[in-house]
């Protein structure tokens, strides 16, 4: 079975590396640190799934997100938003911005993260 590829995009080395020691038995992981560089490698290196922090220099996740839905090879890849910040409602804005999911940082639960990104997956494959 061809592994399942992951982009996940995060300015933050340490949040990179806490997802990377949740996820890399699991995953091939390709990191990128901006949403420039990870609209350049995801043209090359196709995810399956996309872990999108929000507040990153440059561009923010909600603007590569966007960059994604208007690109016929990324639009259909399930992209779970990454925020630091919650706050009341945001659920629901980035629901309707088109993310698949939400999650808070730091990443703690490693079961829901896992059970989140497996569930995205399946409905992907048309099996969920
Ligand atoms: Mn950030």
Redesign the pocket.
């Known amino acids: 079975m061809t592994p399942v590829r992951l982009a996940l995009v995060?300015?933050?080395p340490d949040?990179r590396l806490l997802v990377q020691a949740i996820l890399e038995d699991r995953y091939d992981i390709d990191e990128y640190e901006n949403g420039v560089l990870a609209l350049e490698g995801m043209a090359v290196r196709v995810p399956d799934l996309v872990l999108l922090?929000?507040?990153?220099?440059e561009m923010d996740g909600t603007e590569v997100l966007e960059r994604m839905r208007a690109d016929a090879g990324l639009r259909e890849i399930p992209v779970i938003a990454l925020t630091?910040h919650a706050m009341t409602g945001d659920r629901e804005r980035f629901l309707s911005l088109g993310f698949d999911h939400y999650m808070t940082k730091p990443i703690v639960d490693e079961e829901a993260l896992v059970g989140t990104i497996e569930g995205l997956l399946r409905e992907r494959r048309g099996e969920g």
């Open positions: 995060e300015d933050n949040n922090d929000i507040s990153l220099p630091a």
